[in-house]
């Protein structure tokens, strides 16, 4: 409902945004920014409105490793602006100037994320309002500064996590590679992680309590629970017909109609129940440095028939922090797949999470599940999450994504856990999606109805996570039919990075 409404509000903003992503650049010297928006009603006049609109912040470099001190709330100070709307023409275009304050150019010097929000009221109320206070459109836009310098450690969070005087180490077995971290505070040096030779996964991830954060290895993955639309095609159709009139079928089938993405998942090995299996072609280990040691892998994605998939290029940076960096470039089999491959499901990582990390914070699309094709009214923002104690669908299926993540912060009553952090993969994109449910990809993909699957309550349950690099869309137009836009597919013959 909240993406209908938005679409469908008579106000909206207009402009060039890349990727879908609204952002504008802004300089350090800039006085007024112009922002344009469109009339999308015949029946509301200019003069019929009025425009107010505040910023608002991450302060994510105000943190100071307390997740708790991070804030999303507009700016106390001048928050809020009332600003006038200057009509450019009679083709339903008007331009708002807005006075770009030094606290927000302070706050992206600072490498903060900083967004600037539009609210869109009539001068008068009307008879189908509860009051006058209810906005008719809302419009959100990310500012950016025009140049930013990083440094070769990427974000903000990472620095201030960094510890002084630990070191890092690692030793290799004969089936796996373990790493071992000795804390400013400690005197010994202990177990941090491990890496599986046969499949180059990581398989153990520790605290620096010593818990174990891992319940089950951090695979990569390509399928997901399928959908309705996604079982659209001829072959469902098929499927309701009489015997003769399927048999006649088959004849024009190929050249007139289109088989369903769950038909050509499971043609391939995508199929939830058998999903791929990690194997390692290749692990290195790179030169030991002071405060920190490089893991390379090469691992295959194969089919339970032994057919390669995919491809995943992963490099393990392990610090003596107790941070790991993770850079993957993911390459599919196209010509391998015979053609059949339309889009993937998925492209990423997924694991199963200790049941006590029950407290999830994320900075990202919110706060209804949504995906890359059905985010549009989804706001940016500081959201918690709660894993679903049973499935919102009558037929279970994937569900619970959140897109555009910067951070995932997930912990349990102690404050400890893991902190995922997104960062830039070299083409300007730096988000991830994720979901975090009680049940796995496999129970939601066999049962066929919610009541199949055991109610779990949160808390006292296992976490199954999904950190997808890179999520096809779920389509919708028609039920009967593959219906997923192009921009919104994972086409087999490009290579995926992520970092």
């Known amino acids: 409902m909240s993406e209908i409404k938005y679409l469908q509000q008579p106000i909206q903003m207009v402009g060039d945004f890349t990727s879908g992503m609204k952002q504008r650049h802004i300089s350090s010297r800039g006085e007024y920014l112009d922002f344009t928006f469109t009339n999308r009603c015949h029946m509301l006049s200019w003069s019929d409105v009025y425009v107010e609109y505040f910023y608002c912040t991450d302060n994510c470099s105000g943190a100071t490793g307390d997740i708790d001190c991070v804030a999303f709330v507009p700016s106390s100070d001048e928050s809020m602006k009332k600003f006038p709307i200057f009509p450019m023409g009679s083709d339903g275009l008007a331009e708002v100037q807005v006075h770009t304050l030094d606290r927000a150019r302070s706050h992206l010097a600072g490498n903060q994320r900083c967004w600037i929000v ?3 009221y009539y001068r008068s109320k009307r008879n189908w309002q509860e009051t006058k206070e209810d906005p008719i459109a809302v419009e959100r836009i990310e500012l950016r500064p025009s140049r930013v310098n990083f440094d070769e450690n990427g974000d903000t969070i990472e620095r201030l996590l960094r510890e002084e005087g630990s070191s890092i ?7 796996s590679v373990e790493i071992w971290v000795r804390y400013n505070s400690e005197r010994y040096m202990r177990k941090c992680a491990i890496i599986d030779k046969a499949t180059g996964c990581l398989t153990s991830f520790c605290d620096k309590d010593g818990v174990e954060l891992l ?28 015997r003769w009139v399927s048999f006649k079928i088959q004849l024009l089938e190929h050249a007139f109609f289109n088989y369903s993405f769950w038909y050509r998942w499971k043609r391939i090995g995508l199929d939830p129940q058998l999903p791929p299996n990690a194997q390692c072609d290749v692990i290195k280990l790179f030169q030991e440095f002071e405060d920190y040691v ?40 196209d010509g391998k797949l015979g053609g059949s491959m339309l889009s993937f499901p998925r492209i990423g990582f997924s694991f199963i999470m200790n049941k006590n990390l029950r407290d999830l914070i994320y900075l990202g699309k919110g706060k209804w599940e949504n995906y890359s ?32 993540c910067s951070w995932l912060c997930c912990r349990d009553n102690n404050s400890s856990g893991f902190l ?36 779990r309550k949160h808390g006292f349950y296992p976490i199954y996570v999904n950190l997808d690099m890179y999520s096809m869309g779920i389509g919708g137009d028609v039920g009967w039919a593959p219906c997923v836009y192009d921009e919104f597919l994972l086409k087999s013959d490009k290579e995926y990075k992520s970092r």
């Open 373 to 404: 094709d059905r985010k549009t009214g989804s706001d940016i923002g500081l959201w918690s999450y709660q894993p679903q104690s049973c499935c919102d669908y009558i037929v279970p299926s994937e569900h619970g994504n959140r897109c555009d």
């Open 215 to 242: 319940l089950e290895p951090l695979l990569p993955n390509l399928t997901r629970a399928c959908t309705d639309n996604d079982c659209g095609g001829i072959d469902r159709m098929k499927g309701l017909m009489p």
């Open 294 to 333: 490089v893991i390379d892998t090469t691992i295959s994605m194969m089919s339970s028939e032994n057919q390669m998939i995919c491809k995943f290029h992963v490099v393990y940076r392990f610090q003596c922090d107790g941070c790991v960096k993770i850079t993957t470039i993911a390459n599919p089999c």
């Open 118 to 120: 539009f609210r869109w």
């Open 169 to 175: 180490r690692v030793q290799e077995a004969s089936s």
């Open 420 to 455: 995922f952090v997104a960062a830039d993969d070299g083409i300007g994109r730096s988000h991830f999606d994720f979901s975090a449910l009680l049940h796995s990809q496999k129970e939601l993909h066999i049962a066929t109805h919610n009541h199949e699957l055991e109610e």
